[in-house]
């Protein structure tokens, strides 16, 4: 008897069992949260890139507020090699965008600054994961924080 079920699957995944339903929401997910970066910039870069890292980091806390269930299994569920893979090309791929952004919407081009993106990706990912632990719609503190150093982080 097939599957069926009241969630979105990605196309994937299929017989899926508790594991692999998680497992195949949070790829969805990844996929939705890719898109965010572009939708932040959707309505043209803001002056100033400072300016940007601050939108950028509301939408995903956004995100996270309107998709609870991404944020409870992708911090507290087994983490398959499979996920972990995906997160690193998606962190790459957000990485790449921001650096893409920053290069040719505001001309930087501090050396390194490629891995600087890289690195904000992933320290910011882990600061939303902190802002959002025990407060379901984020921690105001740890989330001004995140964009502060994030902004510092990569000198804009």
């Given at each position: 008897?097939?599957?069926?079920?009241?969630?979105?699957?990605?196309?994937?995944?299929?017989?899926?069992?508790?594991?692999?339903?998680?497992?195949c929401g949070?790829?969805?997910?990844?996929?939705?949260?890719?898109?965010?970066?572009?939708?932040?910039?959707?309505g043209?870069?803001?002056a100033?890139?400072?300016?940007?890292?601050?939108?950028?980091?509301?939408?995903?806390?956004?995100?996270?507020?309107?998709?609870?269930?991404f944020?409870?299994?992708?911090?507290?569920?087994?983490?398959?090699?499979?996920?972990?893979?995906?997160?690193?090309?998606?962190?790459?791929?957000?990485?790449?965008?921001?650096?893409?952004?920053?290069?040719?919407?505001?001309?930087?081009?501090?050396?390194?600054?490629?891995?600087?993106?890289?690195?904000?990706?992933?320290?910011?990912?882990?600061?939303?994961?902190?802002?959002?632990?025990?407060?379901?719609?984020?921690?105001?503190?740890?989330?001004?924080?995140?964009?502060?150093?994030?902004?510092?982080?990569?000198g804009?």
């Amino acid at each position: 008897m097939p599957f069926e079920s009241t969630y979105w699957l990605p196309p994937y995944c299929v017989q899926p069992s508790t594991q692999t339903t998680t497992a195949c929401g949070l790829l969805g997910w990844l996929d939705d949260f890719a898109g965010i970066l572009d939708r932040a910039g959707s309505g043209g870069i803001p002056a100033r890139p400072g300016l940007l890292i601050e939108q950028i980091v509301d939408a995903y806390a956004e995100f996270f507020r309107r998709e609870p269930g991404f944020r409870n299994a992708f911090y507290h569920a087994q983490r398959s090699r499979e996920l972990e893979e995906a997160q690193r090309r998606n962190d790459a791929g957000l990485a790449a965008r921001l650096h893409d952004v920053l290069r040719t919407g505001y001309g930087l081009q501090a050396a390194g600054l490629e891995t600087r993106c890289l690195i904000a990706v992933q320290v910011g990912d882990h600061l939303l994961g902190l802002a959002f632990r025990d407060k379901a719609g984020g921690d105001r503190t740890v989330l001004d924080e995140t964009k502060r150093l994030l902004r510092l982080y990569l000198g804009v």
